[in-house]
């Protein structure tokens, strides 16, 4: 079972409960309003949240910058303040995220109607982020509403760990999805064994399960050139201090959490 609060983060140096603390703070908001409610006739889009009354007319010097972005009273004047986006994308937590993304009036307006991320052909080992964003660059059809230090092509599409030093550029301009933590790692295991950089396959789901554990934290806390997960088989799980960094980001760093299971 998942931990009920954000401060469960008990024997979080081993098992899975390294990715459930952070999918639990991210469940039970964490301090920030996640709920979603429909403002147009669009339907739900992005940030359309309601701004807590702690917040109304607060300065920007007073609170967090993902609070900041909260405290706007209507979602044009939260996008605004959200952009440049950083999305952080954990694997297996939704690529298809980037379909509301690039189908949003208000971050790419030149993208044509419809745009999709499309599944790949099994024997096809590119990102399906790859072709879209060939075809749609985010810096063409999207000008000035992604990050240039956590960009699309370079960051998200690689799985790219958002922590220092690109964090605190980027600090409350996150955008990601979570997954309850098993589940995850079930998916990763039947997508050709995501993640698993070792030069042999596992024996089992459990010993690759074991090998990835802590992606999650990784990906909040782990900036590198490669994707933040392959650190796992060759590591340790992350320790207590790493998840407290992990819950931290997401208090402070993002504006947008979302969960994988409600979506």
């Known amino acids: 079972p998942l931990p009920s609060s954000c401060d ?3 024997s979080a140096s081993t098992g899975l409960l390294v990715d459930s603390a952070v999918v639990a703070c991210s469940s039970t908001g964490c301090g920030l309003d996640v709920s979603v409610s429909q403002e147009d006739g669009r339907g739900v889009t992005l940030l ?5 009354e702690r917040l109304h007319g607060v300065s920007k010097a007073s609170v967090s910058p993902a609070e900041w972005v909260s405290s706007a009273p209507t979602a044009e004047e939260r996008l605004e303040r959200l952009k440049p986006l950083a999305w952080v994308h954990i694997p297996k937590c939704g690529t298809s995220f980037f379909n509301a993304l690039y189908n949003h009036p208000g971050i790419c307006p030149r993208v044509p ?3 999709q991320v499309q599944v790949p052909p099994a024997e096809d080992f590119l990102e399906p982020l790859t072709h ?4 749609y660059p985010e810096d063409v059809f999207c000008e000035g509403s992604f990050s240039s230090s956590y960009s699309l092509m370079n960051h998200s599409r690689m799985h790219v760990g958002f922590g220092s030093p690109v964090y605190e550029p980027n600090r409350g301009h996150g955008l990601i999805m979570l997954r309850q933590p098993e589940q995850r790692i079930i998916s990763s295991y039947y997508d050709r064994l995501h993640d698993w950089n070792l030069p042999r396959p596992p024996s089992d789901l459990r010993e690759y399960a074991e090998g ?4 999650s934290v990784r990906m909040l806390t782990v900036t590198s050139s490669f994707p933040a ?3 796992s088989p060759l590591a340790p799980p992350p320790s207590e201090e790493e998840v407290d960094v ?3 980001h997401l208090r402070d760093g993002f504006a947008f959490v979302g969960l994988t299971e409600e979506w």
């Open 212 to 215: 990835v554990r802590g992606c």
């Open 8 to 10: 469960t983060i008990t």
């Open 48 to 52: 359309q949240v309601a701004a807590p």
């Open 132 to 135: 879209a964003l060939q075809d």
């Open 113 to 115: 109607a419809g745009v």
């Open 246 to 248: 992990a819950v931290q």
């Open 229 to 231: 997960c392959f650190l």
